[in-house]
């Protein structure tokens, strides 16, 4: 079956610094959606991508699509204290999504 | 609108007894799924919908048993709780449409403890 992988599993930073996780995908994906999970809390959808080489911005937050369709990252330029938590990236499928195992970010104030 | 919603918040259990996790959504929609969050890993995927009368089977399965008689409760059941079943549980539901995805909504989950 598809698997999703991600890494780094854990990323610590100092405010300020930059910060990437990256996605990759046994198959090939026909869209990728990303979610951010704060500690203790529940996992709530930030974007999805859905054309090959796709790049998408929401603030500090830039997410990409591989040209392959396989592969994403999110990018985070400057980091702050509230960008905490666990970001996750997911492969739907009619109602099957397929989640990688996240990537924890801490910032030290 | 609720959203979606999980109930108990909180359970414990000895091992061998059964219970029924509940699941409601109050916007229509056709996709249903439950998941599991072990510490420090990811979701993984243990039956899922996509309508009234229609389930699945994901990852992990073995242990829980669904269905989904309407559109907005899909309730999951332990038949017999083993340790191994203590984790985080999280429904979530989304639009449905062939060849096109929805973002998934997430209910703030059920921590269960399996002593």
């Known amino acids: 079956g598809q698997q999703v992988m991600q890494i780094p599993q854990y990323q610590h930073v100092q405010e300020g610094e930059d910060f990437t996780t990256y996605c990759n995908s046994s198959?090939?994906?026909?869209?990728i959606q990303w979610y951010k999970q704060r500690p203790g809390g529940h996992p709530v959808f930030l974007i999805q991508l859905v054309k090959s080489g796709e790049v998408k911005k929401q603030k500090r937050l830039t997410f990409q699509f591989g040209e392959a369709k396989k592969n994403s990252s999110l990018h985070i330029t400057a980091t702050q204290t509230t960008d905490v938590g666990t970001y996750f990236c997911?492969?739907?499928?009619?109602?099957?999504?397929?989640f990688g195992d996240g990537t924890t970010l801490t910032v030290k104030p | 609108n609720a959203g979606v919603t999980q109930t108990p918040k909180f359970q414990v259990l000895k091992t061998g007894q059964s219970m029924t996790l509940q699941c409601a959504q109050d916007?229509?929609?056709?996709?249903m799924s439950w998941y599991r969050q072990d510490p420090g890993m990811g979701l993984r995927l243990i039956h899922y919908s996509v309508g009234a009368g229609i389930t699945d089977q994901g990852e992990v399965p073995n242990g829980y048993n669904v269905s989904r008689s309407t559109t907005e409760d899909f309730p999951l059941r332990l038949l017999s709780a083993a340790p191994s079943q203590t984790s985080v549980y999280f429904c979530?539901?989304?639009?449905?449409?062939?060849?096109?995805?929805?973002?998934?909504?997430f209910g703030p989950g059920t921590r269960l403890t399996v002593t």
């Open positions: 979530a539901s989304s639009y449905g449409g062939q060849g096109v995805s929805y973002e998934q909504y």
């Open positions: 997911a492969g739907p499928n009619a109602g099957k999504s397929t």
């Open positions: 198959t090939t994906l026909s869209n």
């Open positions: 916007m229509n929609h056709e996709y």
